[in-house]
């Protein structure tokens, strides 16, 4: 199981779309088969400020998210809403353990 | 719904008995009624740096943990293990938010 931290700073004029944008994904992503959660945040204190939080169950379910057309409908609609680069930071899980818990 | 993103910086030397601290923790949090999440994750590339991904259903659940003896038993055992100061960073949930597709 693997964990991305998809960070994103989003113009301020673009945050309403953006969260539109993205929750779209989210339903989307959550229907596939290898993915464990997808959850959207927005940072206290900073609304421009939003994190994904993508668990999947190997890489090649984090690998095949890319290739769906929901991810990349995504990635084409919000790039250019982004205030700076995306980064996203690799994970490994240490519990839990269990898929059944998640 | 509130989530907590937990940084924390380890030393080194002390890495395998704070993952063992931070699990005897997990188990307990995860049983808490108002907790949602409790992932503890390890970056990918930095052994060192973890994150513990929280989630409650409420301020008050959250505050709730702070008071349960496993907390403070966690926060007083690895205390001198870090590195430096752990910090939290505060997250809306934006999706999903059917508790029951957590």
């Known amino acids: 199981m693997i ?14 779309e953006f969260i539109k944008a993205c929750k779209a994904n989210h339903y989307e992503s959550v229907k596939e088969p290898g993915n464990l959660r997808f959850d959207l945040l927005q940072e206290e204190g900073d609304p421009s400020k939003f994190v994904l939080y993508e668990a999947y169950e190997s890489e090649e379910a984090a690998k095949a998210h890319k290739d769906t057309l929901h991810y990349q409908t995504w990635r084409d609609t919000v790039a250019n809403w982004m205030a700076s680069p995306r980064k996203g930071i690799k994970h490994k899980i240490l519990c839990p353990l269990d898929k059944l818990k998640w």
Not at 3 to 16: G, L, R
């Open 3 to 16: 964990v991305t931290f998809v960070h994103v700073w989003v113009k301020p004029e673009n945050i309403d």
